[in-house]
Every structure is written in structure tokens, then in C-alpha cells.
């Protein structure tokens, strides 16, 4: 589910980075509100998979619920971008500021559900599996390890 996921997200994300950079480069432009309804119904669909997440013991059960909170939390930073699309003058700037950094708190929240989900596969016997979400810059995410996916070495 959380390839799926970071597969459908990663180009949501690119063009989050775009409006939103996150090394603090110059924003784009004005967003274009059909672009931002795009991401909303990528994003509302991934909440829709995130809203039953079943107990599958506690190290499941926090990388599932931190992976529904950041799907949630992107739903919110593109509802934030879809404000600013609307919004005339200064307040669409600061809209978009307002986003990218709801944005940045889902990448960071993902990235520590990524890691559990790492350790739980690891120490499952299954080797590491990579399933973070692209977030350049200095996001604040945890980073990811040099392992290679598969390997067993912690």
C-alpha cells in the first residue's frame, strides 16, 4: 500500500516543489486552480485508502496510522494550495508559504513511518524496503539509509 501510495504521490509532490519550493528558490507563479483541483482528487483518494487502516500489532499500527496522517496532512497543504490559487495580492503568497509548510510536516511524518515500516520489514526477515516520499532541501524528513532494498543487514 505504501508503494502505491508514494508512487501516486511523487508527482503531486514535484509540483507541490514547484509552487512551493523547499530549499526557499523562488515560487513559480500563480497556481492554476485546475492544476491544484488535480492534486485534491489524487489526494482525496489516498485519504480514502488510509480510512481503515486494521490492527495488525503495535509496529504496524504506527507506521499505517503515520502514513494516514501524512496522506492527510498533503489532502490539507493542497486545500491550503487551492486557497492561494484563489486568493488575490499578498495573501496568495503567504497562502502558498502557509501550504508548502503543511506540506513539509506530511513529508517528515512520512518519513518516520517509512523508517518503522523499514525496521518492521528488516526485522521481519524481509529486508529493507525504501518507501519514502521525495523531499529535497532540507525538509527536516528522516534520511534515508544506505541499505539496498532486500538486504538484511540493520
Do not use: C
Not at 500500500?1 to 508512487?7: K, L, Q, T, V
Not at 508527482?11 to 526557499?24: D, E, F, T
Amino acid at each position: 500500500m505504501a508503494r502505491g501510495s508514494a508512487d501516486r504521490l511523487t508527482p503531486v509532490l514535484q509540483a507541490m516543489a514547484k509552487a512551493a519550493p523547499l530549499s526557499g528558490d523562488t515560487p513559480r507563479g500563480p497556481l492554476a486552480a485546475a492544476e491544484v483541483n488535480g492534486w485534491r482528487a489524487v489526494l482525496s483518494a489516498e485519504v480514502k485508502r488510509y480510512e481503515e487502516t486494521p490492527s495488525s500489532g503495535n509496529g504496524v499500527n504506527v507506521a499505517r496510522t503515520a502514513m494516514r496522517t501524512a496522506v492527510r496532512q498533503l489532502a490539507t497543504a493542497a486545500d491550503g494550495f487551492a486557497a492561494a490559487a484563489a486568493a488575490a495580492g499578498p495573501l496568495g503568497g503567504d497562502l502558498v508559504t502557509l501550504a508548502g509548510h503543511q506540506r513539509d510536516l506530511a513529508l517528515q511524518t512520512w518519513s518516520v513511518a517509512a523508517l518503522q515500516l523499514d525496521v518492521i520489514n528488516v526485522n521481519a526477515g524481509n529486508g529493507h524496503v525504501h518507501v519514502q516520499l521525495p523531499s529535497g532541501g532540507d525538509s527536516g524528513t528522516v534520511p534515508l539509509d544506505s541499505e539496498p532494498e532486500g538486504s538484511q543487514r540493520r
